[in-house]
């Protein structure tokens, strides 16, 4: 395995401590999400409208906070503003036992979803930072930690809640949040030091905000996350309901399918990393744009032992675009702006979970599920057609061998 090749830990040892950090933090905090959040909702008298608002509420508001953050890790340092995340990763939890009411799990959950406005973008900032290895390799490997962590964690949780009440779990989530403070502790951070003149001003803000969007790459690296997550939110959304409503469609192959999806992306991120450095980025976010919309197409010839095929193509096309386009994006950013980067990149992916299941379920109210399925594959070809067709004018670095 490509993980194992590894030299030693001392030499990755930051980046084994940030992938231990942002595991725990997000592994717990997944804990208090689902299936809990939208029970706990319920149980205060929330209706379905306002539990939907209340589980979407927190990625609604990384929209703007992300960019934020973001530009704040690039002046400031990144491991400072960890530090931050995980005060608010492991008090917030204590706190829910004292919501009342509806808009006291409105705000709570607003404030709680600043830490996962802190994490992502500094995290990921955090890790294209450091030297060892290739880019995409880091990445693929450090994006191992949410699929681990959408694996497990909603499991945990139903089983938890099914001996302990829901304000207990919440306090459990908090003590557990407490253990990333040891791997945090042991980080290095030197990214600060980069910048010229650590003193933030107005000036300095606007000018890191408008460098990030002046480059293409960033918003070609953004637009596609938000596209590939605004797909496979969709599906999560609405697949179940397609499922179910096949002949001899089960509950049971509606999770079995997101199990083997999360799988299959997990185990193709590292192979994408290696075709990444072999045979560039543009070849990689091509064939798993392919790969992601050949899934799609399949899903209108649906079968009982044909589905978990479909759930295989969607996750590969997923390992090999997600830690490509992430990468790429690093290459084409200064040092010193990389955070602001990452802030843009996840506000981007934000957008794509938020508007993604809205569009798909206007679509779904007028046509039936082969054809929204088959327009959003129509989709991503047109987009992988533009991608091929411009990718020289958009990217200016030379992505061959670009490690060596």
Same mark, same amino acid.
């Given at each position: $395995?490509?993980?194992?090749?590894?030299a030693?830990?001392?030499?990755?040892?930051?980046?084994?401590?940030?992938?231990?950090?942002?595991?725990?933090?997000?592994?717990f905090?997944?804990?208090?999400?689902t299936?809990?959040? &939208?029970?706990y909702?319920?149980?205060?008298?929330?209706?379905?409208i306002?539990?939907?608002?209340?589980?979407?509420?927190?990625?609604?508001?990384?929209?703007?906070?992300?960019?934020?953050?973001?530009?704040?890790s690039?002046?400031?340092?990144?491991?400072v503003?960890?530090?931050?995340?995980?005060?608010?990763?492991?008090?917030?939890?204590?706190?829910?036992?004292?919501?009342?009411?509806?808009?006291?799990?409105?705000?709570?959950r607003?404030? @709680?979803?600043?830490?996962?406005?802190?994490?992502?973008?500094?995290g990921?900032?955090?890790?294209?930072?450091l030297?060892?290895?290739?880019?995409t390799?880091?990445?693929?490997?450090?994006?191992?930690?949410?699929?681990?962590?959408?694996?497990?964690?909603?499991?945990?949780?139903?089983?938890?809640?099914?001996?302990?009440?829901? /304000?207990?779990?919440?306090?459990f %989530?908090?003590?557990?949040s407490?253990f990333?403070?040891i791997?945090?502790?042991?980080?290095?951070d #030197?990214?600060a030091? #980069? #910048?010229i003149n650590?003193?933030i001003?107005?000036?300095?803000?606007?000018i890191?905000f !408008?460098?990030?969007?002046?480059?293409?790459?960033?918003?070609?690296?953004?637009?596609?996350?938000?596209?590939?997550?605004?797909?496979v939110?969709?599906?999560?959304?609405?697949l &179940?309901?397609?499922i179910?409503?096949q002949d001899?469609? *089960?509950?049971?192959?509606?999770?079995?399918?997101f199990?083997i999806? /999360? %799988? *299959? @992306? $997990?185990?193709?991120?590292?192979?994408?990393?290696?075709?990444?450095d072999?045979?560039?980025?543009? =070849? *990689?976010?091509?064939?798993g744009?392919l790969?992601?919309?050949?899934?799609?197409?399949?899903?209108n010839?649906? *079968?009982?032992?044909?589905?978990?095929?479909?759930?295989?193509?969607?996750?590969?096309?997923?390992?090999?675009?997600?830690?490509?386009?992430?990468?790429m994006l690093?290459?084409?950013?200064?040092?010193?702006?990389?955070g602001t980067?990452?802030?843009?990149y996840?506000?981007l992916?934000?957008?794509?979970?938020?508007?993604g299941?809205?569009?798909?379920?206007?679509?779904l109210?007028?046509?039936n599920?082969?054809?929204?399925f088959?327009?959003?594959?129509?989709?991503?070809?047109?987009i992988a057609?533009l991608?091929?067709?411009?990718? #020289?004018?958009? =990217?200016?670095?030379?992505i061959?061998? !670009?490690? !060596?």
């Open positions: $395995m490509p993980f194992l090749n590894f030693s830990f001392k030499g990755r040892r930051d980046f084994f401590c940030i992938f231990a950090v942002d595991f725990i933090l997000r592994w905090y997944q804990l208090g999400k299936p809990l959040l &939208p029970l909702a319920a149980a205060i008298g929330a209706g379905e306002m539990i939907g608002f209340i589980v979407g509420i927190s990625t609604s508001s990384g929209i703007i906070l992300k960019p934020i953050f973001g530009i704040l690039d002046f400031w340092g990144k491991k503003w960890l530090c931050v995340a995980l005060v608010i990763f492991t008090c917030t939890p204590f706190a829910y036992q004292f919501v009342s009411s509806e808009q006291d799990l409105v705000f709570l607003l404030f @709680h979803g600043i830490s996962t406005a802190i994490l992502g973008p500094v990921l900032a955090y890790v294209v930072h030297n060892n290895d290739t880019q390799k880091r990445l693929a490997y450090f994006g191992i930690s949410r699929s681990l962590v959408s694996l497990s964690a909603p499991i945990t949780a139903g089983v938890a809640l099914t001996v302990f009440d829901f /304000e207990t779990v919440f306090i %989530i908090g003590f557990g407490i990333a403070m791997p945090l502790f042991l980080i290095r #030197n990214s030091s #980069n #910048n650590n003193n001003s107005w000036k300095k803000i606007g890191a !408008h460098y990030i969007i002046s480059i293409p790459a960033v918003w070609m690296a953004g637009l596609l996350e938000m596209l590939v997550y605004s797909i939110y969709s599906l999560r959304a609405f &179940p309901l397609f179910i409503s001899n469609g *089960t509950i049971l192959q509606a999770g079995l399918f199990s999806q /999360e %799988i *299959t @992306h $997990m185990l193709c991120r590292p192979i994408g990393a290696q075709l990444a072999k045979k560039g980025y543009r =070849v *990689t976010i091509i064939f744009m790969l992601l919309a050949s899934g799609l197409l399949l899903v010839v649906f *079968t009982e032992n044909f589905f978990l095929i479909i759930a295989i193509f969607i996750g590969a096309g997923q390992g090999f675009i997600f830690p490509t386009s992430v990468a690093a290459d084409e950013v200064k040092k010193n702006y990389r980067a990452m802030g843009v996840g506000s992916r934000n957008i794509g979970k938020v508007i299941p809205v569009c798909a379920g206007f679509a109210a007028n046509y599920f082969s054809l929204v088959m327009a959003l594959a129509s989709i991503i070809v047109v057609f991608v091929m067709l411009f990718w #020289n004018k958009i =990217v200016r670095k030379n061959f061998n !670009h490690f !060596h």
